[in-house]
């Protein structure tokens, strides 16, 4: 089964396992100028590059928005909604995790911070370029549905 793990932000995160996992991170900062708007269009424009890239994906998993601060909330909402509206169109499965769920599940605790995950991620593959946070956070989430569906 295809899978692409996304840790949705303006920054995300992304990892793929086929046909052995890899990953890396898409800048969906829109330029000088454009609207806020961009970044939605940016993220559909990458699922479709990447997907018809790879051949298909069968699922795309994500992070659930969460956190204190509205406006970021609200951010990764409507990133989400572009995934799924993507993947109802493509008839791609999709499932999510809430940030917590990710983080005990790599680290045992469910408030490990950035570098905790960091961490994790680069010990488990240390033959990776794991480049920030945000790929491992997807790296890990792809982890956690590979073992969830024992794939």
Known sequence: MKILSLDLATTTGW??????????????????????????????????????????????????????????????????????TFCEDNQIEYTSYRPTEVKKWATGKGNSNKDKMLKEAKSRWPEINIIDDNMADAMLMLGMTEKEFNL
Not at 21 to 40: A, E, H, V, Y
Not at 52 to 74: K, S, W
């Open 15 to 84: 990892a793929f396992n086929e046909p052995n996992i890899n990953g890396g991170t898409w800048d969906l900062s829109p330029k000088r100028g454009s609207s806020q708007g961009m970044k939605l269009i940016k993220l559909r424009s990458l699922l479709q590059d990447f997907t018809h890239t790879v051949g298909g994906v069968d699922m795309i998993v994500y992070e659930n928005p969460a956190g204190r601060f509205i406006n970021g909330v609200i951010g990764v909402a409507e990133l989400v909604a572009v995934v799924k």
